[in-house]
């Protein structure tokens, strides 16, 4: 009986052994698949720019980022900032260029930072998902990264040069990545604008200021502008919490010396800001949507019936 009972405490631990070897690969695993690529390696060699030279390379990561960005990198925290590679080189022409890869915790943050970064720029498709393009720098999402090439001297050459490191880094970037969801909403009242994503209250605010603080209390947010009027999407759990952080933001706006004419309307209020411009409130579902009129002209009422319209129905 005793040598049966040993063989099975024996017999037991080897499959927990096992077990617990494959549990520790898998979680290796995935720790490298959450680190993405290797920033290194997206840079590109000196077998692919011949006659270039690298001068420069180092990676940073968490508030190390604030020695690159000196006042700009509060932002890239607020979306969620894992770490950048920079490094400087030098053309066949002796121009230094800047490039510039932020690897963010998923591909939202790293849409994120690219669309608050150039809000009112021309989007095309020349690089990555979506990408900025100018004689003076390139600027592209794809993934997970956020790329911003530039100009540190330039004596020679132009944009061709910025568009041959772009590819390059384009190609090394293994996956393509999704826009975040609640961007695929309102696209008809859009139409060709540029579509910010929000994190927190600092996108917000570079977007439309209202408080230093975050009124309204959320979390994940799409806005766009046209040419008379801005619309801000703010999503949120569930009705209830759009209801509650309704509630909420119009008393921190009633306490807000900038707002005035506050006034409920159908499922919200309204209110003035400090520019004269009118700002519609109204909760749809578990969303709240925020209209700010930019001339006296501005559609409001009919953008708030169209843009509700299309809400209520992903609920039927």
């Known amino acids: 009986m005793e040598s049966q009972r040993i063989k099975m405490v024996l017999i037991v631990r080897s499959r927990w052994r096992t077990i617990r070897n494959y549990v520790t690969i898998f979680l290796f695993c995935s720790a490298i698949h959450l680190q993405g690529q290797n920033l290194a ?18 990676v940073m ?36 260029i800047r490039a510039e890869i932020y690897e963010m915790i998923d591909e939202g943050a790293a849409y994120g930072v690219y669309s608050i ?37 330039k004596k020679n050459g132009g944009k061709p040069l910025l568009g041959q490191l772009a590819a390059i880094i384009d190609g090394e970037i293994s996956t393509s990545g999704d826009i975040p969801g609640i961007l695929k909403l309102c696209s008809a009242q859009a139409g060709t604008s540029n579509k910010v994503y929000l994190r927190g209250n600092l996108g917000l605010s570079n ?10 209390n959320f979390k994940e947010a799409m806005a766009f502008s046209r040419e008379d009027y801005h ?20 008393q921190s706006l009633s306490e807000n010396k900038r707002f005035t004419d506050l006034t409920n309307t159908y499922q919200g209020f309204s209110s003035k800001d400090n520019k004269g411009n009118r700002i519609v409130v109204r909760q749809e579902n578990r969303y709240l949507i925020l209209l700010v009129g930019l001339s006296p002209d501005a559609p409001l009422p009919a953008k708030m019936e169209e843009i509700s319209l299309e809400i209520d129905n992903l609920n039927h």
């Open 41 to 58: 390696d997206l840079l590109p060699s000196q077998d692919e720019l011949p006659g270039w030279t690298l001068q420069s390379q180092t």
């Open 61 to 96: 990561n968490g508030d190390e980022l604030y020695m690159l960005i000196n006042g700009g990198a509060d932002i890239y925290h607020e979306y969620g900032f894992s770490r950048v590679a920079s490094a400087l080189f030098s053309d066949p022409g002796q121009n230094v």
């Open 117 to 153: 970064n150039h809000i009112k720029a021309s989007w095309t498709g020349e690089f990555g998902k979506q990408s900025t393009v100018s004689d003076d720098f390139i600027a592209f999402w794809k993934s997970r990264y956020y790329v911003i090439l530039s100009w540190k001297s």
């Open 207 to 216: 977007f439309y200021y209202i408080d230093y603080r975050n009124p309204f």
């Open 231 to 250: 619309v801000i999407l703010l999503e949120y759990t569930n009705s209830t919490e759009s209801f509650e952080n309704m509630q909420s933001a119009r």
